[in-house]
């Protein structure tokens, strides 16, 4: 399916989502100490038990950075926005709000990324392509046969660049239908290792940079004409 794909723009403060688009919002994890007055208590016992600091100041980062997104669109304040969590802990707006968008969060490394669609499911992840990460260990552990053997085909070359290919699609599908490593049915299927861009019949998934040395991946139960890429704190002006 042919769809338009914007390049990274400013964000206007109140956007308007069309059924057939997804929003997704880049943002870099620069920490500020008044971030954390947009977070509710839950959030920030949930910072206070990482010990590592700066887990818990991407964290806090990445939880006030998501109000904030969510709030241009509800043209709320960030601070009054509440969430409830599904049974693998992905959070959604609490309320009967039928102007409430599906949102899903994912940051990794120095980057975060929000992806935001009407009335449809959607998954996001992102990762950084770490070079002396084990990855052979991680997929032995956490990829089906179908997706290690994906990975066993390829040139030793591309394989790393592979791995992270298939874990964020793997993850960011995982989210999208709320659940988590811990589901039995996780093998994404030979559709879904074969290009950037697939759609199975049930599910849309697309693969794309972020920015140098970061690669993420988006998932929708539907197809849809166009990916908005807003950019609402670039890392020069990150208030």
Known sequence: ???LLTPWQAAPARPTLAEDEVHLWRFPLVYREHLQAFLDEQELQRARRLRVPRKAQAFITARARLRQILARYLD??????????????????????????????AHSGDWGLCAVAKGVAVGVDIERVDRSLDFTKLAAGFFSPTERNRLQACTMLRRRRLFFRIWTRKEAWLKGRGSGFSDPDQDLGTV???ANCTHDGKWWLRSFPVTRHYLAALAVPKEFACLRRWEAWPPANAD
């Open 1 to 3: 399916m042919a769809f």
């Open 192 to 194: 879904h290792l074969s």
């Open 76 to 105: 709320q304040s960030p601070e009054s926005l509440h969430f409830d969590y599904g049974t693998a802990g992905k959070p959604m707006l609490a309320g009967q709000m039928a102007e409430a968008p599906a949102f899903n969060l």
